[in-house]
């Protein structure tokens, strides 16, 4: 109940700023033939146990926000397009991060779609207002689908991912769910070159916790984007 209620006084604040008349918006027809794709990324998705509601999930989730089109000053809010994730909801169950152990839940998988959103946006120079990193690296090298570090939890209530089109150009989303493996297409009417971003690995920190921070190079410039940190693999815990 309280995860609930903290999402609507959210959405409240967020209204009262004047967001809500920028959010990106979703296109009604067919994408112009003058529009050019200027960003593509493809991540496999691992067969596991969960996979099959991993991909239902995300499924799901991109009916609500496969086509967006995002025009300069308008803004990505995930839980202002995807519902709460439950079986009313329509979702499935899935493996998902909760309390830092491994666990099945409703909307489990969804992580990577919205991870995959978050990289997309850090190259197509956005400015990142919320993002939160998971509690802890679950995957060893040889099975990652993403750098460490370009990971975007979501929890209703919680966590959100928020970000901001401060650019000049007008960006459409489509995404593509295949039995294994997710793509997302943006495209654009002007040629557009993607920035370059790096997450650098740094010394363990006293705590256990590895810390990876984003940098993001625009021409000579770097900019510092966030550091996140997460605790050690979880490698004996299968689900």
């Given amino acids: 109940m309280f995860s609930v209620l903290r999402h609507y006084l959210l959405l409240v604040v967020f209204f009262l700023r004047g967001r809500r008349f920028r959010l990106a918006r979703h296109r009604l027809g067919p994408l112009p033939s003058d529009w050019q794709i200027v960003f593509e990324e493809k ?5 596991t146990e969960y996979a099959e509601g991993k991909i239902a999930n995300m499924r799901r989730a991109i009916a609500e926000i496969e086509g967006l089109v995002m025009p300069p000053g308008s803004w990505f809010s995930w839980w202002h397009f995807v519902p709460r994730p439950g ?5 499935a169950l899935g493996r998902t991060l909760l309390r830092g152990r491994l666990t099945a839940g409703y909307g489990g998988g969804l992580c990577q779609l919205s991870g995959i959103i978050y990289l997309a946006a850090l190259k197509l120079g956005m400015t990142v207002h919320e993002r939160h990193a998971h509690s802890r690296d679950i995957y060893r090298e040889e099975e990652r689908y993403t750098p460490l570090g370009a990971d975007a939890a979501i929890v209703f ?9 401060g650019t000049d150009y007008t960006f459409v989303w ?6 294994n493996a997710l793509i997302l297409r943006i495209s654009a009417r002007q040629k557009f070159t993607p920035t370059q971003i790096i997450f650098k690995a740094e010394p363990t920190v006293s705590d256990g916790r590895v810390a990876i921070t984003t940098l993001r ?7 510092t984007i966030c550091r996140s940190f997460y605790l050690r ?3 004996d815990e299968k689900i």
């Fill in 174 to 179: 489509n995404f593509h769910v295949e039995q």
């Fill in 233 to 235: 693999e979880i490698h």
């Fill in 217 to 223: 190079h625009r021409g000579e410039v770097t900019e």
């Fill in 87 to 91: 079986a009313h909801n329509g979702f």
């Fill in 43 to 47: 991540q496999p998705i691992h067969a």
């Fill in 157 to 165: 209530g919680y966590k959100n991912l928020v970000f901001q089109n």
